[in-house]
């Protein structure tokens, strides 16, 4: 087999409730730049990564998947999948001009378009070629109910709703108000408003300090939260180290990491208690798959963002045995063949060949932003 093409596409989709933010993003739409990867078979291979969709960033990311890795890719074997990961670092050479950030971004998009041929060769979902078992359940947990947005009574409202009608076990919500008394309120009445038995997890999204985290981050304690997500600046391995040994939560990040070097400092540093890659930021499921071996290593869990919304990185979590849950924000699920589905709190197998990846013509008409 032999790729004959990769045409880029650019879609911008709207996030449900018209607007959300963190601690340091507003989001009105959710960004994906990525590519169709054509074969001289009739099997196409679909994969993007995730932005807020900014469009002079986002045609960066395309520009980087055509421009630089397209060319490389033309009359290569799609499933050579660990090679040509390897030529598209090296040969242009992206190492040169970055090892994280759009170059990895790209890369990953292109990988995750190349899992999704080589599932779709082999006749299989994703998940039966890594090797995974029907029988594994993926927990879902909700972060799209726990915006720093939303006033208290809503937040609560739609946190409770999402735990009693909707099945989830498991919330996440959002600190890094500019007071973070007002962030330990919140936590408060959502963990009032859940009951006990929910596990809660709370996200600053790096916005706060050193001296905020010292502070705040024992006393989430008593809110029994499972997790407190990325409390300092993304790089700051030291800074993590030293909460991990003063405050008893445990730590979680890794979404704004971009591949395994930056995971290891972390673990290697006891700066990280769960590993939260992002395959379509940090090198695709290639890249996740290394990124887990290290959890597994390390005896740590691993967690991953929800950067593809959940399509390709559904069927790694199910394959690795680190793998313990998987986000869930449900902002794109009308824009493929086969979204992510979730009962009772766990996602449901995927049951097509391929990555699950496979946009719809509509969306790809629908929410094209690329002129
Ligand atoms: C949504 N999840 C996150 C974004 C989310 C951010 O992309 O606003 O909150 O990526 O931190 O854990
Ligand atoms: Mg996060």
């Given at each position: 087999m032999k790729i004959t093409a990769v045409e880029p596409f650019l879609l911008h989709v709207p996030v449900t409730g018209g607007s959300i933010a963190d601690s340091t993003h507003v989001v009105t739409h959710w960004g994906m730049p990525g590519c169709r990867i054509l074969t001289d078979t009739d099997l196409v291979g679909y994969g993007y990564t995730g932005t807020h969709a900014s469009l002079a960033l986002d045609k960066l990311l395309t520009s980087c998947i055509t421009e630089v890795y397209g060319p490389l890719l033309l009359?290569?074997?799609?499933?050579?999948i660990q090679a040509l990961h390897q030529k598209l670092l090296h040969d242009p050479p992206t190492h040169w001009v970055g090892r994280a950030g759009i170059t990895q971004m790209a890369l990953s998009a292109v990988d995750l378009a190349l899992w999704d041929i080589k599932a779709k060769a082999a006749a299989e979902p994703l998940w039966c070629l890594l090797g995974?078992?029907?029988e594994k359940n993926v927990e879902a947990y909700n972060?799209?109910?726990?915006?720093?947005?939303?006033a208290q009574g809503k937040l609560v409202d739609d946190c409770r709703r999402m735990v009693e009608?909707?099945?989830?076990a498991a919330v996440k919500m959002k600190v890094g108000k500019s007071d973070p008394n007002e962030d330990l309120a919140r936590v408060e009445a959502v963990r009032k408003g859940i009951g006990p038995k929910p596990r809660l997890m709370v996200d600053a999204n790096a916005k706060w300090d050193m001296a905020t985290a010292l502070e705040f981050g024992p006393r989430l304690a008593e809110f029994d939260v499972t997790w407190l997500e990325?409390?300092?600046?993304?790089?700051?391995v030291t800074g993590h180290a030293q909460l991990a040994k003063e405050i008893e939560i445990p730590l979680a990040l890794g979404e704004s990491l971009y591949n395994l070097d930056q995971f290891r400092e972390f673990v290697l540093a006891e700066a990280v208690h769960c590993l939260q890659p992002d395959a379509s930021r940090c090198g695709g499921i290639t890249g996740l798959w290394e990124i887990a071996d290290l959890g597994r290593t390390y005896d740590l869990p691993v967690s991953p963002h929800?950067?593809?919304?959940?399509q390709a990185q559904i069927h790694a979590v199910i394959a690795h045995s680190a793998c313990v849950q998987l986000e869930f924000i449900?902002?794109?699920?009308?824009?493929?063949e086969e979204p992510v589905s979730i009962q009772d709190g766990f996602y449901q197998l995927p049951e097509s060949p391929?990555?699950?990846t496979t946009l719809t013509c509509e969306a790809l008409e629908k929410y094209s932003v690329l002129s």
């Amino acid at each position: 087999m032999k790729i004959t093409a990769v045409e880029p596409f650019l879609l911008h989709v709207p996030v449900t409730g018209g607007s959300i933010a963190d601690s340091t993003h507003v989001v009105t739409h959710w960004g994906m730049p990525g590519c169709r990867i054509l074969t001289d078979t009739d099997l196409v291979g679909y994969g993007y990564t995730g932005t807020h969709a900014s469009l002079a960033l986002d045609k960066l990311l395309t520009s980087c998947i055509t421009e630089v890795y397209g060319p490389l890719l033309l009359g290569e074997d799609p499933r050579e999948i660990q090679a040509l990961h390897q030529k598209l670092l090296h040969d242009p050479p992206t190492h040169w001009v970055g090892r994280a950030g759009i170059t990895q971004m790209a890369l990953s998009a292109v990988d995750l378009a190349l899992w999704d041929i080589k599932a779709k060769a082999a006749a299989e979902p994703l998940w039966c070629l890594l090797g995974g078992s029907p029988e594994k359940n993926v927990e879902a947990y909700n972060t799209d109910c726990g915006w720093l947005d939303r006033a208290q009574g809503k937040l609560v409202d739609d946190c409770r709703r999402m735990v009693e009608e909707e099945g989830f076990a498991a919330v996440k919500m959002k600190v890094g108000k500019s007071d973070p008394n007002e962030d330990l309120a919140r936590v408060e009445a959502v963990r009032k408003g859940i009951g006990p038995k929910p596990r809660l997890m709370v996200d600053a999204n790096a916005k706060w300090d050193m001296a905020t985290a010292l502070e705040f981050g024992p006393r989430l304690a008593e809110f029994d939260v499972t997790w407190l997500e990325e409390p300092l600046w993304h790089d700051d391995v030291t800074g993590h180290a030293q909460l991990a040994k003063e405050i008893e939560i445990p730590l979680a990040l890794g979404e704004s990491l971009y591949n395994l070097d930056q995971f290891r400092e972390f673990v290697l540093a006891e700066a990280v208690h769960c590993l939260q890659p992002d395959a379509s930021r940090c090198g695709g499921i290639t890249g996740l798959w290394e990124i887990a071996d290290l959890g597994r290593t390390y005896d740590l869990p691993v967690s991953p963002h929800h950067g593809d919304m959940m399509q390709a990185q559904i069927h790694a979590v199910i394959a690795h045995s680190a793998c313990v849950q998987l986000e869930f924000i449900p902002w794109t699920l009308h824009c493929f063949e086969e979204p992510v589905s979730i009962q009772d709190g766990f996602y449901q197998l995927p049951e097509s060949p391929g990555a699950s990846t496979t946009l719809t013509c509509e969306a790809l008409e629908k929410y094209s932003v690329l002129s």
